[in-house]
């Protein structure tokens, strides 16, 4: 089973470059959810979608861009990359919203220089 | 808002039971969960338990709730090295709504001494 794949595994940017994160999965699940880990600050929600088509900001969205054109892929997009955004970024789904739990992909390690 | 706090840090000898803590201020959590993380990887959900609930016992591991003081505890019993990680608390946090998200913690470090 597949379940959350997030591509790619490690980046590297320059300040002002964009780039999308990918994450896929394969459960058929409804909710679909971006974070950053920072240390010290635990998960932070940045965008995340309820159902394909629709997209809601999070805790921390200033920066990023995200679009659910199919159900099963969540994409993250930042359009100018800046050293703040330096971070691990995971993805994560469940069957709906509340209180199901989610399941996670490995992350993304992003470093913007 | 929801808020869930619990410390940062646990040293643990191997062998012994760990006990890692943490408070919630979101009453109307119907469930509350814990995650494992461990080195360059996602969170794994551990378990979870339903609000009604005061206890649940998987294998080495019990999670107690105590939903007057709004605290909640994950005991692991005969702690090995594999347990090094670091372990989310979450709950529901929001109005209500079917909108309502997971709130985390900022994760516990499981430290094991040999």
């Known amino acids: 089973n597949a379940g959350v794949t997030q591509t790619p595994k490690f980046r590297v940017l320059k300040t002002g470059q964009s780039m999308t994160l990918l994450c896929a999965q394969d459960?058929?699940?409804?909710?679909m959810y971006w974070y950053r880990q920072d240390p010290g600050m635990g998960l932070r929600l940045i965008h995340y979608s309820v159902g394909e088509g629709t997209t809601a900001k999070g805790e921390v969205p200033d920066g990023y861009n995200v679009s659910r054109l199919k159900k099963q892929n969540f994409l993250l997009g930042l359009e100018s990359a800046a050293p703040s955004q330096t971070s691990v970024y995971f993805c994560?789904?469940?069957?709906?919203?509340?209180?199901?739990?989610?399941?996670f992909g490995d992350g993304t390690r992003l470093s913007i220089l | 808002g929801e808020d869930v706090e619990q410390s940062l840090f646990l040293s643990v000898r191997e062998g012994d039971s760990s006990v890692i803590n943490c408070t919630y201020t979101d009453s109307s959590s119907t469930y509350l969960y814990w995650y494992k993380q461990e080195p360059g990887a996602g969170l794994q959900l551990l378990t979870y338990?339903?609000?009604?609930?005061d206890m649940k016992q998987d294998q080495r591991l019990t999670v107690l709730l105590n939903k007057k003081d709004k605290h909640l505890s994950l005991r692991i019993a005969d702690t090995q090295t594999g347990d090094s990680a670091i372990y989310f608390c979450a709950g529901r946090g929001g109005s209500g709504s079917g909108d309502d998200k997971i709130i985390f913690g900022k994760g516990t470090r499981l430290h094991i001494l040999p």
């Open positions: 459960m058929n699940h409804e909710y």
């Open positions: 338990i339903f609000s009604n609930m």
């Open positions: 994560a789904s469940s069957p709906t919203g509340g209180n199901q739990p989610q399941h």
